[in-house]
C-alpha cells in the first residue's frame, strides 16, 4: 500500500476513533477535530519517505495525542487535561463514562442527539464522524461554507451548554434514542442517493450503518434493536447497488426499466438479501423488502410491493407513504386503482407541490391512455421539479406524450 492509500484508509478507520478518543479526553471538539486533521497532514507528508507503519492507526492516535499535549500546553489549560491525555497514551479506553471501549459508538449517539435540529445531527455526523470538509457539506446543503461553519460551532456549543452526555444510552434509552440516529443515517444516504447528491455521503451513510450494526451487540444484544440496523443496512446496499445504472453515457437520468442490470452491483444485492432472509417486518425491512423486489433480473413483483406499502401506511401513514403506495398499486392493479388511491393521498394538501406527486399522477394518466393529459402533468411536475436532472428527465417524458 502506499503512502497516499495508507493515509485515505487509516483516515476511514482511525479517525472517528482519534476525535472520539480526544473528545473524550479533552471536551474540546474542535480540538480534537483539528489534531486529527493534522495527524492525517502529517501522514501524508512524512509516510512517503519513512514509510507506512506498522500499525498506522496507532501512529496517527499518537501524533495526534502528542499535537493536542503541545496545544494544551501552549493555551496554558488545566493540568487536568494534560493528566487524562497521559492516561490516554497508554490507554485508550481509560475512564470510558459508560465502560464501552469503542469512542466511535458515543461519537455516533452524541452527534445524532435530539437536542439538535436535524440537519445539525447530519452535518455534525458527517464533520465529526466522517472527517468531510465543511465545504463539501455545504456544498451539499446549498449553503455558503462560512453558514455551515457556522451551523456546527453552534451544534457542538449546545452540546457543551447543554451538558449533552458523552456517552452510549443504556437500557430503554438506547431502544428509544436508536431510531432517531437511523433516520440521521437515512437522511444521510438520501443526500447521495439523490440524482444530484454526492455519492460519498451514501457511501458514509452505509460505512456508519456497518460501523452500527457491528457495535450495538457490544452494548446491547437485544434482537430487536440489531435488526433494524440491519434493515437499514440492505435497503442501503439494495438502492446503493443501481447506481452505476441510474443514468445514461449522455447523463440522462434513468428508469428502472430503462437501465443495463449488468452494471449492477450484484454483490451488494446478495449481500443484503442475506440480511434480508434473517429479518421481520419492521419499517426499514419493508422499504428493504420493496427496494429487494425491484433489484431483481425478472419482472417486478408489484402485487408484493404493493401489500408491504399497505403494511407500511397502516404503521407509519405519513403523505409520502401514501403516494408510494398509490403508485404501487398503480402497476399491481392498474392505474384506476393507483388514480385513487393518489387522490386520497393528496387530499389533505401535504403533497402540494411536491413533483413526485404531480410525476406520479402523469405516469398514471399516461397509462390509462390520456397522453394529452399526462403531457401536461410532466410539464408541470418539471416547472417544480429538485434538480436539472429531474427537470430534464421529466421534460423528455412530456415530449414523448405529445
Given at each position: 500500500?502506499?503512502?497516499?492509500?495508507?493515509?485515505?484508509?487509516?483516515?476511514?478507520?482511525?479517525?472517528?476513533?482519534?476525535?472520539?478518543?480526544?473528545?473524550?479526553?479533552?471536551?474540546?471538539?474542535?480540538?480534537?477535530?483539528?489534531?486529527?486533521?493534522?495527524?492525517?497532514?502529517?501522514?501524508?507528508?512524512?509516510?512517503?519517505?519513512?514509510?507506512?507503519?506498522?500499525?498506522?492507526?496507532?501512529?496517527?492516535?499518537?501524533?495526534?495525542?502528542?499535537?493536542?499535549?503541545?496545544?494544551l500546553r501552549r493555551t496554558a489549560v488545566e493540568r487536568t487535561k494534560l493528566q487524562d491525555l497521559a492516561v490516554l497514551s497508554g490507554n485508550d479506553t481509560a475512564d470510558a463514562p459508560d465502560?464501552?471501549?469503542?469512542?466511535?459508538?458515543?461519537?455516533?449517539?452524541?452527534?445524532?442527539?435530539?437536542?439538535?435540529?436535524?440537519?445539525?445531527?447530519?452535518?455534525?455526523?458527517?464533520?465529526?464522524?466522517?472527517?468531510?470538509?465543511?465545504?463539501?457539506?455545504?456544498?451539499?446543503?446549498?449553503?455558503?461554507?462560512?453558514?455551515?461553519?457556522?451551523?456546527?460551532?453552534?451544534?457542538?456549543?449546545?452540546?457543551?451548554?447543554?451538558?449533552?452526555?458523552?456517552?452510549?444510552?443504556?437500557?430503554?434509552?438506547?431502544?428509544?434514542?436508536?431510531?432517531?440516529?437511523?433516520?440521521?443515517?437515512?437522511?444521510?444516504?438520501?443526500?447521495?442517493?439523490?440524482?444530484?447528491?454526492?455519492?460519498?455521503?451514501?457511501?458514509?451513510?452505509?460505512?456508519?450503518?456497518?460501523?452500527?450494526?457491528?457495535?450495538?451487540?457490544?452494548?446491547?444484544?437485544?434482537?430487536?434493536?440489531?435488526?433494524?440496523?440491519?434493515?437499514?443496512?440492505?435497503?442501503?446496499?439494495?438502492?446503493?447497488?443501481?447506481?452505476?445504472?441510474?443514468?445514461?453515457p449522455d447523463g440522462r437520468l434513468l428508469t428502472l426499466d430503462q437501465q443495463d442490470r449488468t452494471l449492477w452491483d450484484h454483490n451488494a444485492i446478495a449481500e443484503a438479501r442475506t440480511l434480508?432472509?434473517?429479518?421481520?417486518?419492521?419499517?426499514?425491512?419493508?422499504?428493504?423488502?420493496?427496494?429487494?423486489?425491484?433489484?431483481?433480473?425478472?419482472?417486478?413483483?408489484?402485487?408484493?410491493?404493493?401489500?408491504?406499502?399497505?403494511?407500511?401506511?397502516?404503521?407509519?401513514?405519513?403523505?409520502?407513504?401514501?403516494?408510494?403506495?398509490?403508485?404501487?398499486?398503480?402497476?399491481?392493479?392498474?392505474?384506476?386503482?393507483?388514480?385513487?388511491?393518489?387522490?386520497?393521498?393528496?387530499?389533505?394538501?401535504?403533497?402540494?407541490?411536491?413533483?413526485?406527486?404531480?410525476?406520479?399522477?402523469?405516469?398514471?394518466?399516461?397509462?390509462?391512455?390520456?397522453?394529452?393529459?399526462?403531457?401536461?402533468?410532466?410539464?408541470?411536475?418539471?416547472?417544480?421539479?429538485?434538480?436539472?436532472?429531474?427537470?430534464?428527465?421529466?421534460?423528455?417524458?412530456?415530449?414523448?406524450?405529445?
Open positions: 500500500m502506499d503512502a497516499a492509500s495508507a493515509v485515505v484508509t487509516g483516515a476511514a478507520e482511525a479517525y472517528p476513533r482519534i476525535v472520539g478518543a480526544l473528545i473524550r479526553m479533552t471536551g474540546d471538539w474542535d480540538l480534537a477535530e483539528d489534531c486529527a486533521q493534522e495527524a492525517l497532514a502529517a501522514a501524508l507528508q512524512r509516510w512517503p519517505s519513512s514509510g507506512v507503519p506498522d500499525n498506522p492507526g496507532a501512529w496517527l492516535m499518537t501524533t495526534a495525542r502528542n499535537r493536542a499535549i503541545d496545544v465502560g464501552f471501549p469503542d469512542d466511535r459508538l458515543r461519537l455516533v449517539f452524541t452527534c445524532c442527539h435530539p437536542a439538535l435540529p436535524l440537519e445539525a445531527r447530519v452535518a455534525l455526523t458527517l464533520r465529526t464522524i466522517c472527517g468531510v470538509p465543511t465545504a463539501d457539506i455545504a456544498r451539499a446543503f446549498l449553503v455558503t461554507e462560512a453558514t455551515m461553519t457556522r451551523r456546527l460551532t453552534r451544534a457542538k456549543t449546545k452540546i457543551a451548554q447543554a451538558g449533552i452526555p458523552y456517552r452510549v444510552p443504556q437500557g430503554p434509552a438506547l431502544a428509544e434514542r436508536l431510531p432517531g440516529v437511523l433516520g440521521v443515517l437515512y437522511v444521510l444516504f438520501t443526500n447521495g442517493y439523490n440524482p444530484d447528491g454526492a455519492p460519498a455521503f451514501a457511501d458514509e451513510a452505509i460505512r456508519l450503518a456497518r460501523l452500527l450494526r457491528a457495535l450495538l451487540p457490544a452494548v446491547n444484544p437485544a434482537p430487536e434493536l440489531s435488526s433494524e440496523v440491519a434493515a437499514l443496512l440492505a435497503l442501503f446496499l439494495f438502492q446503493h447497488s443501481r447506481r452505476a445504472a441510474r443514468r445514461s434480508l432472509d434473517a429479518l421481520g417486518d419492521g419499517p426499514y425491512a419493508l422499504q428493504a423488502r420493496i427496494a429487494a423486489a425491484h433489484a431483481t433480473d425478472g419482472p417486478t413483483d408489484w402485487p408484493e410491493i404493493a401489500r408491504c406499502y399497505d403494511r407500511l401506511w397502516a404503521g407509519q401513514p405519513t403523505a409520502v407513504i401514501a403516494l408510494n403506495r398509490a403508485v404501487a398499486h398503480g402497476f399491481a392493479h392498474g392505474p384506476a386503482a393507483g388514480l385513487t388511491l393518489l387522490a386520497e393521498a393528496r387530499a389533505g394538501g401535504a403533497l402540494d407541490g411536491y413533483p413526485h406527486a404531480v410525476a406520479a399522477e402523469a405516469d398514471m394518466r399516461s397509462r390509462a391512455g390520456d397522453h394529452d393529459r399526462a403531457a401536461a402533468l410532466f410539464r408541470e411536475a418539471a416547472a417544480i421539479a429538485h434538480s436539472p436532472a429531474e427537470r430534464d428527465a421529466l421534460l423528455e417524458r412530456a415530449e414523448a406524450e405529445a
